[in-house]
């Protein structure tokens, strides 16, 4: 990955908490927690994986690559927190500024990497080995992802 990609892809992950508020500040307390036909995540619960998966899957792996020789980093059970956590009883907003805050903190981890960092290995679990700059690539296709389910349920609410 070149300096100008990491740059961009940065720029991306900052971007994305503004990106999920955006798809979220003109829907009722009821639309923000309702499941579709299938009982995939409400935007609540989205809102609430993205901040736990940033806390405690995103920062602790980024710096456990940075900070160790070849770490072994857990995987995060997303659908258990869910129901753990209650996901759908939580504050909307108090989730958005959690994740926006814990975002905002590994983007300035992230602007200082030098791009010899980004080779840094470490083994996700139920991924297997992975460098900084690939485990970068799976946040940036995870958020994504979440703002494609994002996109459709909002389209569903406001056609």
Request: charged share 30%; aromatic share 4%; with cysteine.
């Amino acid at each position: 990955m070149s300096a100008e990609e990491l740059y961009e892809l940065i720029e991306t992950l900052a971007l994305t908490p503004d990106t999920i508020a955006g798809f979220a500040n003109d829907l009722s307390i009821e639309e923000l927690r309702c499941r579709n036909e299938n009982g995939e995540f409400s935007v609540i619960e989205i809102v609430c994986h993205l901040r736990d998966i940033e806390v405690e899957g995103y920062t602790v792996r980024i710096n456990r690559i940075l900070g160790e020789d070849d770490p072994v980093l857990p995987d995060i059970d997303g659908g258990r927190l869910a129901i753990e956590r209650n996901y759908t009883g939580q504050n909307l907003d108090e989730a958005l500024k959690t994740f926006a805050g814990a975002r905002a903190a590994n983007v300035r981890t992230l602007s200082v990497l030098r791009e010899e960092q980004l080779s840094r290995p470490g083994t996700l679990e139920g991924v297997g080995a992975v460098s900084l700059e690939r485990l970068l690539e799976l946040m940036l296709e995870h958020d994504q992802g979440h703002i494609d389910d994002l996109r459709i349920i909002h389209r569903r609410f406001r056609q």
